[in-house]
């Protein structure tokens, strides 16, 4: 069956960086579209990031220039780097694969200031 493991949430200061992976099973990674999302309390789940199969991206306006994302086929595995994490970078990131539609379990991400 499909898995997405999500890893790398956790406390940090406001400024500092975190890297988030995900590994994928049971899908066809490598022609898949993988995205990042997120979701605060009390707000609705938001687009981070997405990367394409062919690894064209495309970001949420409120992380352009700070957060990457990227892919590596041999592990079947995306990851979203973090960079100058700010307090209202808080949410759970949940890691979301196209082909089946299908999420990940989440990653708590607590920044504080």
């Known amino acids: 069956q499909v898995q997405l493991v999500e890893s790398g949430g956790g406390l940090v200061q406001a400024g500092g960086s975190l890297r988030l992976s995900c590994k994928a099973s049971?899908?066809?990674?490598?022609?898949?579209?993988m995205g990042w999302y997120r979701q605060a309390p009390g707000k609705q789940r938001e687009l981070v990031a997405i990367?394409?199969?062919?690894?064209?991206?495309n970001y949420g306006d409120s992380v352009k220039g700070r957060f990457t994302i990227s892919r590596d086929n041999a592990k079947n595995t995306v990851y979203l780097h973090m960079n100058s994490l700010k307090p209202e970078d808080t949410a759970v990131y949940y890691c979301?694969?196209?082909?089946?539609?299908?999420w990940g379990q989440g990653t708590q991400v607590t920044v504080s200031s």
């Open positions: 979301k694969a196209m082909y089946p539609p299908f």
């Open positions: 049971g899908i066809i990674f490598s022609i898949n579209n």
């Open positions: 990367i394409s199969s062919g690894g064209n991206t």
